[in-house]
């Protein structure tokens, strides 16, 4: 796409985030890069798939006023974001929406996204800072969310955080860096009865870039799949199963990370969690607790072998690079 146009590569990125793949397999690996940036790998293909906004209807927006007025209205559509937008607290993201930022620094700062009870949902390309809650929070029974290929950092709470019986969600692709509480999967140890038997979500080809923990952070969620993730230098943990989830951690690369699972945190009682090749370099050992509690991944995909991942995910992710 380098060789186009700037304005032709924006209007054909914006048109990409629109399309779904709606083949069973789904290939993740290097070789096939492409496929995977143009729809979304795991649960965000089910439940009818996840397409975002209109492709035909786009509009671009320069100005904090312009993008909380187009991304929380009722119109299926994609909104382009240009340059790095202020703004204050959480902005509310409607149903049937691709944002896009153009470029690689296109983005927001001061604040983050808010998705509440909303479906078909595409954030690509991002850039998010300092946000004075979470980056994107994704709540109260949102289904088919896919959050792809942004750059998150320096926020008060979590960068993306899932909770509160969302469901049918793939975050792919993402660079998060300088930051502690990175991802918490399920709310709290006492909403069971709105978590259990959601949260379905897949982990695919993020980088977490010196973040300390929450990679994810999980409750209740079974099966949560994390595949093909590349953890650096991560402090505290890489992922945390706890409160009977299912984790199936499958084929990263853990880089410098001393516990790059843990079955239990906090208060929280212990999860379920099983491992599957992981290549670890300087890192420790894994902790597994009760495999067969996990449940078995629904859909089928080809996993890119555990070695090439950070070559790949470091040359992937994040802003710029679709």
Known sequence: MSALPRSARATLAALSAAVLAVGVSQVVGQSTAVAAESSPVGFAGLNGGTTGGSASTVVTVTSASALTSAISSSTSQTVRVSGLISISGMLTVASNKTIIGVGSGSGVTGGGFNLSSVRNVIIRNLVFRNASDDSINVQESSTNIWIDHNDLANGYDGLIDIKRGSDFITVSWNHLHNHDKSMLLG?????????????????????????????????FANPVHVLNNYYSNNGSYGVASTENAGVYVE????????????????????????????????????????????????????????????????????????
């Not at 208060?267 to 290549?279: E, R």
């Open 187 to 219: 709310h709290s140890d006492d909403n069971a009865a709105q978590d259990t038997g959601h949260l379905r979500v897949t982990y695919v080809h993020n980088w977490f870039d010196g973040t300390n923990q929450r990679h994810p952070r999980v409750r």
């Open 251 to 322: 084929r990263n690369y853990f880089e410098n990370v001393g516990n790059p699972t843990v079955t239990q945190t906090g208060d929280s009682a212990p999860g379920n969690l099983k491992v599957l090749n992981n290549y670890k370099v300087n890192s420790g050992t894994e902790q597994v607790r009760n495999g067969t509690g996990v449940a078995a991944i629904p859909y089928s995909y080809t996993p890119e072998s555990n070695s090439t991942v950070k070559a790949t995910v470091t040359a992937g992710a994040g802003t710029g690079k679709i």
